[in-house]
């Protein structure tokens, strides 16, 4: 027993929770049960019902998912929203133009009628959160094989979800947790009037660009403000001029107090994806697979398009957003790497697995019920590496490599639709790929995509072997005699893909022989039956890694069930909690937890696309005018926190132990960069842009004074006037239970 209970401790501390409870992205339901106790500790004064409640408005109701991938909070009683300038890059770049480049210059809405619409895009807010795991693992027996057990769960999880949004506007989706041990379900309403209000120009919100990505100090104003709009009736509504701001049930009172190292910070947000439960199979499959291909080929790729960026502003307009995704995970993709190398990342997975082994083999029952999870996890990993590999190459090269092919499978559909010939069928796809083609060509430059196809082709017929190639490298083995990159000329000379003229010509009299003669749309066809061919030989692998997945999750937990372990990320609603604290990087390096504008100043560099500074702001800073967002003659730009957070977090509140906004969080630092796979207590760091520096830029730099005087400011002479209720905020409002 001796043994066990030591080796029970070294997992707490190979996971970091018993030392360290601010690692962690915590469930909303649980806090009262798991983390009241420790975040009262470490400052916060309100309780679990101000945080998350169903019947009273609380800090979950100012939070939405911001578009597809980010998260926003709302700032306003009149729908107000906060984001990261990263997270409304590509709608800032959707209304910008050499006449009017919003990226360059920065807008500003003075009023409501200046906000500028976003087909497509839309904030959704979490209604609820419920428990479902009884109902459906009572449903599932251990002799069911994986295909039978995904087939029921899902079966019973469109029960729960048609029962959760019959006789209302609802959507609902339950989602596993702990690699499928659990289930939740998750209520949401959708609201799709978003417009955009303001935004710094460039230099100030993308200041530091690729260079400081991902690094510490960072000196960026990364924000943007939208509004959401509902009906007259207070409903979610599509745009329309009729629309009204939208009526909150909470927004966030905004701090201009400031913050000092220790001060209780926590983040609520959407957290995109972790592993922290990877084994060290896992580690091995994407150090050798993953990283290796993404940082190469997006490497080579971004090269062409930068190049081409800078010679003509046009295509700088037309590839920003585009160029700032790919760049983003790539450079992600480098430090995760050296981060997993450099902090042995892999021996401590060993060390876990090998205390999970002893723990499993040590009990007749355990072995049979656990016994077989690491096996089915490596030899799935190894047995299927070829194909996965081929996969990435494919994904990276061909359908995010070159969009002229990519593009050619908006079309996909459209040729089904031709092959029946129904006349009225047939109008309406002409008119969508209409759409798309309006949409595609304002942001495409055929001489970009020319050059980058060419590379991209050749590197994926370098990369992977002949028989994972799709069909149309046998027509340039045949036709070409071998010869991509004439391949390539062709497609450009001749498809109707590659120019917005032709393209609109043809669907002014779409003929199917025409669109399946097509080089471009050939070419994503064999690519679209190649991905799928090597899904299917994946699929023989992917059930024994998930059980194995779902088995190891499972054994981990029960070894200690008095070791509170939390789900990996999975894009729904999380809170972490922490302190703001400086770190130390390495040898003789400490870093603070604050920046200021100085260091702005300090980077400049003219002749540097991503160190130029904003004329007006090297204005404000030679005459030390910051009005009441500076403290001790600095302006305050960004601050750390050791609050755990990932991607789909950009754009997440920082908020103080009063629940009020104190910064947004835009960042992680480059020395645990593999914080994804196993957090770092003492290196792992949130980084945000203090809401000072966001109310400066909105003031000094934009002028939008309106926009401040909408917010509700909290000073150090303007405190709560008792617990759980802000001055002229909190709306204790009725909120309908679906059962």
Known sequence: MKRFTSLLVGISLIFNLSSRADEGMWLLSMLDQLNMGKMTELGLELSAEEIYSINNSSLKDAIVIFGGGCTGELVSDEGLLLTNHHCGYGRIQAHSSTEHNYLEDGFWAMTKEEELANPGLKVTFLVRLENVSDRINDSLTTEMTEDERNEQINNISAEIENEATEGNHYQAKVKSYFGGNNFYLLVYEIYKDVRLVGAPPSSIGKYGYDTDNWEWPRHTGDFSIFRVYMSPDGKPAEYSEDNVPYKPKHYLPVSVKGVKKGDFAMVLGYPGGTQRYMTSFGIDDILSIKHP???????????????????????????????????????????????????????????????????????????????????????????????????????????????????????????????????????????????????????????????????????????????????????????????????????????????????????????????????????????????????????????????????????????????????????????????????????????????????????????????????????????????????????????????????GNSGSPMINAKGELIGLAFDGNWEAMSGDIAFEPELQRTIGVDIRYVLFIIDKIGGATQLIEEMDLVTATKEKTERGQLNLNTQHTEVEIVN
């Open 293 to 647: 291909i993404m940082i190469k080929v997006r490497g080579a790729r971004q090269e062409i398009l930068w190049k081409d960026m800078l010679a003509d502003e046009k295509v700088m307009i037309q590839y920003a957003s585009k160029y700032s995704g790919s760049s983003n995970y790539w450079k992600n993709s480098i430090g995760q790497k050296k981060g997993l190398e450099k902090l042995n990342v892999k021996a401590k997975k060993q060390e876990t697995e090998k205390i999970f082994t002893d723990w499993v083999n040590a009990d007749a029952t355990r072995k049979d019920k656990y016994g077989e999870a690491l096996n089915l996890i490596e030899s799935s990993l190894k047995n299927s590496a070829e194909y996965n590999s081929a996969s990435w190459y494919l994904m990276e090269c061909i359908l995010r490599g070159s969009e002229i092919i990519s593009f050619a499978g908006k079309a996909l559909t459209f040729s089904d639709k031709l092959e029946a010939g129904n006349a009225d069928e047939i109008e309406k796809a002409v008119e969508s790929l209409r759409n798309s083609g309006k949409s595609f060509f304002k942001n495409y430059n055929a001489p970009t995509d020319h050059k980058a196809s060419k590379l991209m082709l050749n590197m994926f017929a370098q990369g992977v072997p002949a028989e994972y190639q799709p069909t149309f490298y046998y027509t340039i083995a045949k036709k070409y005699k071998g010869n991509i990159d004439e391949y390539v000329d062709r497609m450009f000379e001749k498809s109707i893909f590659a120019d917005e003229d032709r393209f609109n010509a043809f669907l002014d009299n779409p003929k199917l022989k025409s669109l399946n003669k097509d080089i471009a749309f050939q070419s994503f066809l064999s690519t679209y039956m190649q991905y799928f061919e090597l899904a299917d030989l994946m699929a023989e692998y992917s059930g024994d890694l998930k059980k194995g997945r779902r088995l190891y999750i499972a054994g981990l937990r029960e070894m200690d069930p008095d070791l509170v372990l939390y789900p990996d990320a999975n894009f729904t609603m999380r809170l972490s909690y922490g302190t703001v604290d400086g770190y130390n990087a390495r040898d003789a390096v400490y870093y603070d937890y604050y920046t200021t504008l100085e260091g702005v100043m300090e980077k400049e560099d003219p002749d540097n696309y991503e160190f130029i500074v904003d004329e007006k702001l090297k204005e404000l800073y030679k005459k030390k005018d910051y009005g009441i967002y500076g403290e001790n003659n600095t302006m305050p730009v960004c601050f750390l926190t050791n609050n755990d957070i990932t991607g």
